[in-house]
């Protein structure tokens, strides 16, 4: 089930890839197309940041989650002002939006090294066999 989920969201990033590169081509970057490359280029911030983070603090599992939150939440928030997405009146929304993402994003985090610790494991139990 994992490999379908894998291989359908790598087929769904080709075939907006080529679609969106398509439509830039005809008619240009329309709103939607914009919204996306926005999203884009977050997701791209917010991943150097988490890798920069992972490699250079050790800190506890829940205080990095803690301070990742916020540190997350403060680029939304800086590059939605940015991007026009949020106003001085519904910043907060930016919590809500980073608080389901990283739900989300740890949730699968987790599940996908509980599977990983299950399968080293059992590679382990396994009795060698004599050559």
């Not at 002002?81 to 939006?97: E, R």
Request: glycine fraction near 6%.
């Amino acid at each position: 089930m994992r490999k379908i989920l894998q291989d359908t969201c790598i087929l769904a990033a080709l075939m907006i890839l080529a679609v969106f590169t398509c439509s830039i081509i005809w008619s240009g970057i329309t709103a939607e197309i914009g919204l996306v490359l926005l999203l884009f280029g977050l997701a791209l911030i917010i991943t150097v940041v988490n890798f920069l983070f992972d490699e250079f603090l050790n800190l506890p599992i829940i205080v990095s989650y803690i301070i990742k939150y916020f540190v997350f939440t403060g680029i939304v928030m800086l590059f939605g002002f940015i991007a026009g997405w949020f106003f001085p009146s519904n910043f907060w929304m930016a919590f809500i939006y980073v608080g389901i993402v990283l739900v989300l994003a740890y949730a699968v985090d987790a599940f996908k090294v509980k599977k990983d610790i299950d399968y080293i494991n059992g590679h382990i139990k396994k009795p060698e066999s004599p050559e």
